[in-house]
């Protein structure tokens, strides 16, 4: 298994620009999340979602969508990037949609806005 | 106030030393969990735990419900252990992560 997957490693944008963030899981996870990283603040829930078909807000969802068309993809769309969005992305993936599973995250996107 | 507190944020530590981080809460939750995130790198579950005591080889983790309060303890530490560990919590499905121990184990 390879896990939880996210393409691309590094990204730089400029400001407006918009783009895609991949992230795919092959472990048949039902929950998938997006989260940020920056300097000094803990990981921020972007969206999430408990099953294809369905999605939701997480705790810094503006500027940002998702979809979840089948189980495995969980893509993150910036609309009209920000310098805000400078950040580290990772998605993760659990089984069910209860807490008491271990979550598993992918390796990560660094993205620079300009 | 943050509902997810680390203390130390930072810590310097010999190698071979016991070293103990700890988590307090603020929310009534159904799991804790301990993560490992190296420099540059992704994130690695350790521990989720709701109760009692966990040991995985040089580390363990232990929580207290009543007092909202988990301490992740490694013993002969090592360089390789150098990291950033994270508490998260799950008061319903999605976690809430404290800000990080950064750990520096010196030979």
């Known amino acids: 298994n390879a896990g939880v997957t996210q393409t691309p490693k590094f990204q730089v944008l400029k400001t407006g620009q918009s783009m895609t963030l991949q992230c795919a899981q092959d472990?048949?996870?039902?929950?998938m999340s997006w989260y940020r990283q920056d300097p000094g603040m803990g990981l921020r829930l972007i969206h999430y979602s408990v099953g294809a078909g369905i999605t939701d807000q997480g705790e810094v969802p503006n500027g940002y969508n998702v979809s979840r068309s089948t189980t495995e993809d969980f893509p993150l769309r910036l609309l009209s990037a920000a310098p805000s969005q400078t950040s580290v992305y990772f998605c993760?993936?659990?089984?069910?949609?209860?807490?008491?599973?271990?979550?598993?995250f992918g390796p990560g996107t660094r993205l620079t806005v300009l | 106030k943050n509902e997810v507190e680390q203390s130390p944020q930072n810590l310097t530590a010999q190698e071979g030393e016991f070293i103990t981080i700890n988590c307090s809460y603020s929310?009534?939750?159904?799991?804790l969990h301990w993560l490992q995130q190296h420099p540059g790198g992704g994130i690695v579950s350790l521990f989720m735990l709701s109760s009692g005591k966990k040991k995985h080889g040089r580390l363990i983790a232990t929580i207290n419900i009543q007092e909202k309060h988990s301490s992740l303890h490694i013993t002969a530490s090592h360089p390789r252990d150098s990291a950033v560990y994270i508490c998260a919590v799950s008061p319903t499905g999605n976690l809430i992560f404290g800000k990080g121990t950064k750990l520096s184990v010196k030979p």
């Open positions: 929310v009534g939750i159904s799991a």
């Open positions: 472990m048949n996870h039902e929950y």
């Open positions: 993760a993936s659990r089984p069910g949609t209860g807490s008491v599973n271990e979550q598993f």
